[in-house]
């Protein structure tokens, strides 16, 4: 079982950063891909960014690369989103994922994961 706890949203205006981090309550000896969606109202879930607590380099959306960073520390079990240059289309609710995996690529789709947080509201303004 696996607890995931999002923060660090808030309301900000365009070109501002943002830093959202999720608490991951998992085993130490399981490996795990983790990764940030996000979804727009009346829209699906998207993924933004996935990266390994292994080996393997992070992955991103075309629409956040150059301006989102995917980070973990594992000493803390703390997977962070560094958010910079946000714009207004950016503002969803931002969501924490992970899945136990041993491979090396970490998938960006919503049927992949079987863990969840609740979620942190972004809100960027023009």
């Known amino acids: 079982q696996v607890q995931l706890v999002e923060s660090g949203g808030g309301s900000v205006q365009a070109g501002g950063s943002l830093r959202l981090s999720c608490a991951a309550s998992?085993?130490?000896?399981?490996?795990?891909?983790m990764a940030w969606f996000r979804q727009f109202p009346g829209k699906e879930r998207e993924g933004v960014a996935a990266?390994?607590?292994?080996?393997?380099?992070?992955n991103y959306a075309d629409s956040v690369k150059g301006r989102f960073t995917i980070s973990q520390y594992n000493a803390n079990n703390t997977l962070y989103l560094q958010m910079n240059t946000l714009k207004p289309e950016d503002t969803a609710r931002y969501y924490c994922?992970?899945?136990?995996?041993?491979?090396?690529?970490?998938?960006?789709?919503?049927?992949?994961?079987?863990?969840w947080g609740q979620g942190t509201q972004v809100t960027v303004s023009s």
């Open positions: 994922a992970a899945r136990v995996w041993y491979g090396d690529t970490c998938e960006r789709t919503v049927s992949w994961y079987n863990y």
């Open positions: 998992r085993y130490a000896f399981f490996r795990y891909c």
């Open positions: 990266i390994s607590t292994g080996l393997g380099s992070p």
